[in-house]
């Protein structure tokens, strides 16, 4: 990621988010909208197709996929065309840029939890034959990136912050971030730097918003009555239609099921954070009176998952629940917690660290929270909408022998196999 928002030194960092964040404006997500909705036709349509070769085949009325490599697919399209206007089309084939998209996941994945960085001793990325794969992964979408770049910059409209703010998104042939960020005024920014922010958004963009689904839809398929809820909600509010804009802010039960799922597993698990100065952390519950000590270039670890697990801050916190976001909650103990307050985020459409008072962080908080949060939240709502408003998901196996594996995210070891049903829609 070299130089994107995530790895980013202080100043590279300050610098980029002036210009990335104000591309995440209201316009562009609900332009986007249309973009979720487009791709998740496809899987719709894929599984689809597949269910009526079974049961022209053999009669059978259901068929078995893996949810994890279908969401994957579909997150990876999403963001394809969402921030570079990139069709991968992985739903539908294979080609070598998606191969190679997979091939450096993995191969950052292996690197993020690998004992020793055995790929920085020198000519390791050309001896080891894992590491000269990556080399060439790495090379096909940087080549694919590099034109993408060149593109974007060739047909340059040179305009301010708020010109671009205002174009007419919805009717934008290019309505992507890479846009917005090439033609933003007096943000020349090298072809390098650009490379970095988009592999980066990427790549953040990418596994965990598969992951969400993932997991939505494993919670969901232990829960039949909070499964049925759902549909009933989709029913009623999309009907046969599409989800939009308005229609999302109608799917209270669905987003609400995403923001659970979030709670659950977070994505990603662990957050770090460095402090540039030295400074004495609160002891918290349970901890040290006097807090602790820091000093300056400290790493810390923050433990979502713990966070989002712990039955200080949460009733039943293992149990899947989404409708407990709908309810104020104090815990008088906990000294310095000022409970979860929905009106302290007015107007948000989903939960936030806000309200929890940072006891749910799904995007980090402060300064360098996720910049992509909405757009990531509203990706998920839709896919999961369309998925609900057209099949019905068990799982194959126990829940059991789902296992999990956590790196940068928390995804399964063998994939979430589930069997599909098309819904007897009843409300037609």
Known sequence: MGKGLIPADLDTWKQRRRVIAPGFHASYLEAMIKVFTTCSERTVSKFHKLLETAESNNEWKSIELDLEAEFSSLALD???????????????????????????????????????PYWKIPLASWIVPRQRKFQSDLKIINSC???????????????????????????LKDASLLRFLVDMRGADVDDRQLRDDLMTMLIAGHETTAAVLTWACFLLAQNTSKMKKAQAEVDSV????????????????????????????????????????????????????????????????????NLHRSPYFWDSPHEFEPERFLVQRKNEEIEGWAGFDPSRSPGALYPNEIMSDFAFLPFGGGPRKCVGDQFALMESTVALAMLLQNFDVELKGNPESVELVTGATIHTKNGLWCRLRKRSHSHH
């Open 145 to 171: 990136l590099d034109g993408l770049i060149r593109n974007a910059k060739e047909s340059r409209q040179e305009t301010d912050v708020e010109k671009l703010q205002q174009r007419d998104y919805l009717n």
């Open 238 to 305: 999309l009907g046969d239609g599409r989800p939009t804009l308005e229609s999302l802010k109608n799917l209270q039960y669905i987003r609400l099921i995403v923001i659970e799922a979030l709670r659950l597993y977070p994505q990603p698990p662990l957050l770090i954070r460095r402090s540039l100065k030295s400074d004495v952390l609160p002891g918290g519950y349970k901890g040290a009176k006097d807090g602790y000590a820091i000093p300056a270039g400290t790493d810390l670890f923050i433990s979502v998952y």
């Open 78 to 116: 999403i963001i394809g065309l969402g921030v570079f206007n990139y069709d991968f089309g992985s739903v539908t084939k294979e080609s070598p840029v998606i191969k190679a998209v997979y091939g450096t996941l993995f191969e950052a994945e292996h690197r993020s939890t690998f004992y020793i």
